[in-house]
């Protein structure tokens, strides 16, 4: 990894992913589908793991300690099963003002399963502070 992770630094990495790159405009991150995440015998993923992935990557490619997700836009386009790896690929696409955008595609080996953009917020201070 090549800048340290400045925010969202009590998520657990058995739930949203593990970092494996991030730097200026850019963060991956990897996830282990593990059973727990299963939402039936077969070992379908339930969609919020992969949305939880990719909102993840999208917060640390944006790496301020106060960002938020104030909204998104996703697409599922393939299902992921248990013992599968999905790899989360965000790009901050612009900025205005305090809101960050940034589109995040989320891969399980050569398929494109996921595509979501995010608009991330950085406040002035914490969200729960009041």
């Known amino acids: 990894m090549n800048s340290k992770i400045n925010t969202h630094k009590l998520i657990s990495s058995k739930l949203c992913g593990t970092p494996v790159f991030i730097d200026t405009n850019s963060a991956q991150v990897k996830l282990e589908l593990i059973p727990e995440m299963a939402a039936d015998e077969k070992g379908l993923i339930h969609g919020g793991f992969i949305f939880g992935l990719a909102d993840y990557a999208a917060m640390i490619c944006v790496n301020d300690p ?6 998104s836009s996703s697409r599922f386009l393939k299902p992921l099963k248990t013992g599968e790896t999905a790899f989360a690929y965000a790009q901050i696409s612009g900025k205005e003002k305090n809101k960050v ?10 398929d494109l399963v996921f595509k979501g953009e995010f608009t991330a917020v950085i406040p002035k201070k914490h969200v729960l502070d009041n």
């Open 101 to 110: 955008f940034v589109n995040v595609d989320v891969y399980c080996e050569e």
């Open 66 to 71: 106060l960002v938020v997700l104030a909204s």
